[in-house]
């Protein structure tokens, strides 16, 4: 059983930013995976070691998915595509997931792209554009593509987008645990306003908010949920679409950098559950002491 010397959050200390992490919140102590059963120590040798040996980790044979703006195929802090499509209507007027030669509506799906690929550079990865030149799309249009998303079986798909449509909770609802007992990882981006909105509210995602501190691999752990960990998003980077760069700041590229991280993981130990890979980002959280 884990134990952990923080305490349950009262109502009202919900945190949805790193700058809300107490004192207290930054050195937090668990004894997973030590004090687990003899019989399951060959199951969470797995999460222990990964800490220890993510370095050279390149997302190899890893599948990932951003469903974004799209992606630029061409931009060098990018790097080859495995597929690109797109959400559009189909024949009978309903969205369909077809073949996209656009590229980047906008720029901030490229930018997510180039931080996923800045850790992992090996993983396959696929744009799936649902976003327009003004960074939104209906409802239904989300709904395909991130249905889509969960058919095709992606290891991870990167979420760096949300609604606060609450007429599509259930059934962004019903595809983030399909994703999440289908042993896809989806990695939602927190909203950058203290406002409740989908899919990155739901347990069964990877909800990411943002810190300021300037290493792309370091996470903080979030005692104190909605979201449940911290990662690099201010004065970030990144490529933009037409070739370019851009300095971004928002939860969209915390989410990048912890879907690249994902990949890394299970480039590393492939066939790790959802739930195993939150474990392993708990383990590998900066503020989290294990022992």
Known sequence: MTTSQYRRPRTGELSWRATDLTEADESLRTAWPWSVPAQAQVSASAPALAVRDLDGATGTGVRVCVLDSGVQP?????????????????????????EDDFGDAHGHGTACAGLVRSLAPECELTSLRVLGAESSCTGETLLAG?????????????????????????????LADRAYFGGTVLVAAASNRRIESFPWR?????????????????????????????????????????GTTRVCAGNSFAAAHVTGLCAQLLSQHPGLTPFQVKSVLHLMAANVVVG
């Open 74 to 98: 061409d931009h060098p802090l990018v790097g080859e595509l495995s597929a690109a499509h797109a959400v559009a209507a189909g024949p009978d007027g309903r969205p369909a997931v077809v």
């Open 202 to 242: 739901f347990s069964s995602v990877l909800s990411v908010g943002s810190h300021d501190l300037p290493d792309p691999r370091r996470i903080l752990y979030n005692p104190r949920p909605p979201v449940e960990f911290f990662a690099r998003g201010t004065n970030v980077l990144a490529p933009w679409a037409g």
């Open 146 to 174: 991130l249905g889509w998303a969960v058919e095709q079986g992606f290891d991870v798909v990167n979420v760096s987008l949300s609604t606060t449509k609450t007429e599509l909770r259930d059934a962004l609802h019903d």
